[in-house]
């Protein structure tokens, strides 16, 4: 994590929780928001070493950091981190709904389970997680809630039929929380990435990665860095008269 100006400290003051932040999109969102000044919280599912060690990281460059461990499908835990959030840093200003994982199958051999956790995962959990601060930020009168998305919501998959519903639910659910949320001064918009260098990514076959490159008019996936700018973008003043919105970074795939 690089230093910044203070003059580049858009976020000072603001309390950021990152889910699914411990590497990724959601490690490169949590750098952006902490170089902008942002106290963060680094969640991460299980053994919390890859996320203590990056929190480390972020506190010894400056920022204040914490991390939370929680299941974020299960509303106790969700409960529980926002708690020890709010203890450690302050009143959650900033929410980027980031955690996710996919079950990949053609729907004729998916079972039950890999649909249902992939759902719980994406949607409920981004359903749970912004339920969870909606009522401190509405009090507030302002706050910014960040869900990801994916070209996959806008488009649909073959092989991805779980990830693409939960996707065009976490749309849906964006715009169904502005409408909500907005009165109160609370802005909720997403991000749809498209194919990104992470780890997600990088055991796709060849084939694959080759037909992804083709449908894609940049020729290239995406950096995890490319995608946290436009988060940071989202929870900053610059983007105080947006909210419902969805903004595709993908590379022109979803055109």
Not at 93 to 107: F, M, Q
Not at 150 to 166: C, D, H, I, L, P
């Amino acid at each position: 994590m690089n230093n910044t100006s203070d003059a580049n400290k858009v976020l000072a003051g603001e309390v950021a929780l990152v889910t699914g932040s411990a590497r990724g999109i959601g490690r490169a969102t949590v750098e952006a928001l902490a170089a902008a000044g942002a106290a963060v919280a680094v969640n991460d599912l299980g053994d919390m070493t890859q996320a203590d060690a990056f929190a480390g990281e972020l506190k010894a460059a400056g920022a204040r950091a914490i991390t939370v461990q929680a299941d974020i499908s299960d509303p106790g835990q969700v409960t529980a981190m926002v708690q020890k959030v709010e203890e450690g840093l302050g009143q959650v200003s900033i929410l980027v709904n980031n955690a996710g994982i996919t079950r990949d199958s053609l729907v004729m051999r998916m079972s039950e389970a890999d649909f249902d956790a992939v759902i719980a995962t994406h949607l409920r959990g981004s359903f749970l997680c912004s339920k969870a601060v909606a009522r401190g930020m509405m009090k507030a009168r302002g706050g910014s809630i960040i869900n990801l998305a994916s070209v996959v919501g806008r488009r649909g998959n073959a092989g991805q039929a779980n990830y693409a519903a939960a996707k065009a639910g976490i749309i849906g659910l964006t715009k169904s929380l502005a409408r909500e949320l907005g009165p109160r001064g609370v802005r909720v918009n997403a991000v749809a990435p498209g194919y990104v260098q992470t780890a997600m990514t990088e055991g796709l076959d060849e084939s694959i990665k080759e037909k992804i490159l083709a449908a894609t008019p940049l020729g290239r996936l995406a950096t995890p860095d490319e995608i946290a700018s436009v988060i940071l973008f989202l929870a900053s003043p610059a983007s105080s008269y947006i909210t419902g919105a969805t903004i595709p970074v993908d590379g022109g795939m979803g055109i």
